[in-house]
């Protein structure tokens, strides 16, 4: 399928595989995993010590944001105007935080900002490389998704995908 509906679903899916990377590494890491971790930085490692199980939960919220916007647009979009406000504003959560902290991260890198005390140079790696820009990266899928999905007016014709039978 071509044209708004098909880049539509494809968006849609590109955000739920990028939200399902993000989802799967809390669950793995909430499950006792150790690869990758020093990516997050020293604070938050030790900020979760001892309760990482508490990474479990946050991974399934993850999980389920990153399908939800394909269910329900597979589903005629219910509660229209509700349920894609709850994505528009997912979208630009998602796309400005991992953004904006992946410009901060990479200036923070290249010596334009100086925190003071120093920084954790591993967690910085992981956030302005991997982190952060998957974030960004799982944001402007969904919000592709948001813009190609749209009613242009309420005449106009209606670009959700179809319904399944």
């Given at each position: 399928m071509t044209g708004p509906v098909g880049t539509g679903r494809a968006a849609l899916l590109v955000a739920g595989l990028l939200g399902t990377l993000h989802a799967g590494f809390s669950l793995y890491w909430g499950l006792g995993g150790g690869w990758l971790v020093e990516t997050l930085g020293t604070r938050i490692v030790e900020a979760f010590a001892g309760w990482e199980w508490a990474l479990v939960p946050i991974g399934v919220v993850k999980l389920v944001a990153a399908w939800f916007p394909m269910v329900v647009a597979r589903r005629g979009w219910p509660a229209r105007?509700?349920?894609?406000?709850?994505?528009?504003?997912?979208?630009?959560?998602?796309?400005?935080?991992?953004?904006?902290?992946?410009?901060?991260?990479?200036?923070?890198?290249?010596?334009?900002?100086?925190?003071?005390?120093?920084?954790?140079?591993?967690?910085?790696?992981?956030?302005?490389?991997?982190?952060?820009?998957?974030?960004?990266?799982?944001?402007?899928?969904?919000?592709?998704?948001?813009?190609?999905?749209?009613?242009?007016?309420?005449?106009?014709?209606?670009?959700?995908?179809?319904?399944?039978?």
């Open positions: 105007r509700l349920v894609r406000a709850a994505c528009w504003v997912g979208a630009l959560v998602l796309l400005a935080w991992g953004g904006l902290n992946t410009v901060v991260g990479n200036l923070v890198l290249a010596g334009a900002i100086v925190p003071d005390g120093g920084f954790d140079r591993p967690g910085m790696v992981g956030h302005a490389y991997l982190w952060d820009p998957l974030f960004a990266a799982w944001g402007c899928a969904l919000l592709v998704a948001m813009v190609v999905t749209r009613r242009p007016s309420p005449a106009g014709p209606d670009r959700s995908l179809p319904t399944r039978s």
